[in-house]
């Protein structure tokens, strides 16, 4: 290789460096397994990380519930960072989709609200997404 093709690959390989850097990780290298605790019952630190936690307010004048999700509980915050993040929540009201969230690294906190009508609803799912540790699943039974 000659020196012209020499600083050609390497300036190539610099730019695709610098690139990769600031992308962001594809779908299809996410995990998406849908995870379980081991005991539900008592949730160790990383689980307790990645799981949602569903706080209802009181329903307003217009029949809707504010329920908010955040990513952590027991005092554990799930971290924000280019290389670990929460990617999605989505709320659930009796299995049917509620809405759904997307987040970027760094810039968002894996928290999120849905105002909704909940007459007649059993039962709400959070469903919150890490990059590398798979789908965590909150229920709360109304």
């Known amino acids: 290789m000659n020196r012209r093709d020499a600083l050609r690959v390497a300036g190539l390989a610099a730019v695709t460096v610098a690139v ?3 992308a962001k990780i594809p779908e299809e290298y996410m995990n998406r397994i849908e995870m379980k605790p081991v005991n539900p019952a008592k949730l160790d630190a990383g689980e307790l990380k990645h799981s949602p ?3 209802l307010e009181k329903k307003d004048s217009a029949g809707y519930t504010m329920v908010h999700i955040s990513v ?3 005092g554990i915050i799930h971290p924000s960072t280019q290389d ?9 009201a009796d299995n049917k ?3 759904k969230n997307i987040l970027e690294p760094e810039i968002s906190r894996g928290a999120t609200s ?3 009508k909940l007459e007649g609803i059993k039962i709400l799912t959070a469903k919150a997404g890490c990059n590398l540790h ?3 699943a909150t229920t709360v039974t109304l």
Not at 84 to 92: A, G, N, P, T, V
């Open 84 to 92: 670990h993040w929460i990617d999605f929540i989505e709320l659930y």
């Open 114 to 116: 849905f105002a909704v």
């Open 20 to 22: 990769g850097a600031q």
């Open 134 to 136: 798979g789908i965590w």
């Open 97 to 99: 989709l509620v809405g």
């Open 72 to 74: 952590g509980q027991g």
């Open 53 to 55: 936690l569903v706080t």
